[in-house]
């Protein structure tokens, strides 16, 4: 009898282990910032490759587009409600094709955030992921950032302290493209929280740096707009989702006086 009640007692430590390391695993909230004026395929890419390398083994996941906020002295961008609806047919547009493209599968789990659109510019990283900190206090905080803002984040107000609310999800960007070289940027205080470790991510609520080696297509909004400008439309087509490019159309966004 003393045998196997050790035995099941084991099975039964194991079983409790299991359950604590699953439910260990904390919601996630991923947030991908940017002007988004006109928002590209690139976007698109990014937070779907983010989105789907945390939500494996169906992992809950909320991935959002947080469009900044409109300054007003850039008299050449577009309304924030042009913005937000470029944005929302994007989300639909791509969801219906994922639906499509994979049986027996859900949509990706994309929204929109409008934490930064209607404030008064200047809006600071540090303030909004403070803010949605208080929003989430129990999920893991993913913020999507460029290895070129990397470089740059010494100029920021208190950019050295974003990981206290949020994990850092790295891309590399034109020259710097690898783990190494992006570490090497990052402020001294920063560099031990670097890790290749996905799970880290999805068993803290902030606190890591992921440098993901995945490129996309290093598309322009600015190009984009441009080109529209010119009356070169090719270069539009192949860098917009349809439903963005007719509706720039139907809106005359872009375009030349």
């Known amino acids: 009898m003393p045998q196997t009640l050790n035995t099941d007692n084991t099975k039964l430590s194991s079983s409790n282990t299991s359950s604590q390391q699953q439910s260990s695993l904390l919601p996630i909230e991923v947030y991908l910032g940017g002007s988004f004026d006109p928002v590209h395929n690139s976007h698109l890419a990014l937070l779907t490759h983010v989105y789907q390398k945390l ?30 609806n470029m944005l929302s047919v994007a989300i639909k547009e791509l969801q219906a094709e994922t639906l499509s493209s994979q049986s027996h599968t859900t949509a990706l789990n994309l929204a929109i955030s409008e934490h930064e659109i209607w404030q008064t510019p200047p809006t600071y990283t540090i303030n909004t992921l403070a803010e949605l900190r208080q929003q989430h206090p129990n999920h893991s ?16 107000r208190d950019g050295d302290k974003l990981t206290q ?13 690898s783990a190494a070289e992006i570490t090497e ?38 190009a984009i707009r441009e080109a529209i400008a010119q009356g070169r439309p090719e270069i539009a087509k192949s860098a917009l989702p349809r439903s963005v490019y007719s509706y720039i159309m139907k809106n005359n966004l872009y375009h030349s006086n």
């Not at 609310?165 to 493209?177: G, I, S, T, Y």
């Open 55 to 84: 939500a494996a083994d169906s992992h809950p996941v909320n991935a959002y587009f947080m469009p900044t906020s409109r300054s007003p002295l850039k008299t050449d961008s577009s309304a924030s409600e042009h913005r937000l």
């Open 165 to 177: 609310f949020a994990h850092l999800w790295v891309f590399p960007r034109n020259e710097l493209q």
């Open 141 to 156: 905080l993913v913020f999507i950032i460029g290895a070129d803002n990397i470089a740059s984040l010494p100029k920021w």
């Open 185 to 222: 940027l990052l402020p001294d205080s920063l560099k031990p929280q670097v890790s290749s470790c996905l799970e880290d991510l999805k068993q803290h609520t902030h606190g890591r740096i992921y440098i993901d080696p995945h490129m996309v297509a290093p598309l322009s909004s600015s």
